[in-house]
């Protein structure tokens, strides 16, 4: 079961909470996928949600890569969640580790998975620790960039549908890293479930 390690709530009125958890399990209006811009889904937390999610993901993935080409960081695609307890798949492409400008890609990856949400007027999003598994980035470096961009994104917004976006890991080092990081982006506002 899923579990709120931290919460905090952001200016615009969002909460944003850091979860212990799988995923797959995240009962949202959307989560988010690591993918890359062909969506072929085979290993890491794509690999998951295709499995857990059923043939429909990919099917609809092969459609709108067929439809609108390979997906861009700052335009993520969406498909359904299949058989997730999610009504949509973000799918967000990040950077592979060594191909340069890597944090700046990955904010624009984290910053296009929350436009999308926006725009598809979404209330609830969880996100994974994008790129940090078989992608390579460090997750240390990942947990700065990614929080930042959240913070960023939603600095002075107000009226935006989002009202609560997870950070949703799994293993205990990302945690560890998401953690501290965590620490130093909002100084003394998360508080512990």
């Known amino acids: 079961m899923n579990r709120v390690i931290l919460e905090t709530g952001l200016t615009s009125g969002v909460r944003l909470q850091l979860v212990e958890g799988d995923l797959t399990e995240e009962a949202v209006d959307a989560i988010v996928n690591a993918a890359n811009a062909q969506l072929q889904h085979g290993g890491g937390v794509a690999g998951a949600i295709a499995r857990r999610g059923g043939p429909t993901i990919q099917e609809e993935s092969d459609a709108w890569v067929r439809r609108h080409g390979p997906v861009t960081r700052d335009q993520p695609a969406y498909t359904s969640g299949g058989r997730l307890p ?9 950077p592979v580790w060594g191909e340069g400008e890597e944090d700046a ?8 998975a929350l436009q999308r949400a926006e725009e598809l007027k979404l209330q609830s999003l969880a996100l994974p620790a994008i790129s940090t598994g078989i992608f390579g980035f460090p997750r240390e470096r990942a947990a700065v960039v990614i929080l930042g961009a959240i913070k960023g994104h939603f600095a002075g917004q107000q009226g935006g549908s989002l009202e609560i976006v997870r950070l949703t890991l799994i293993d205990q080092p990302t945690l560890a890293a998401f953690t501290s990081a965590w620490q130093g982006t909002f100084a003394g506002q998360g508080k512990a479930d």
Not at 86 to 94: D, F, L, S
């Open 105 to 112: 890609k990955l904010a624009a990856a984290a910053r296009g």
């Open 86 to 94: 999610c009504r949509y798949v973000i799918h967000a492409v990040g």
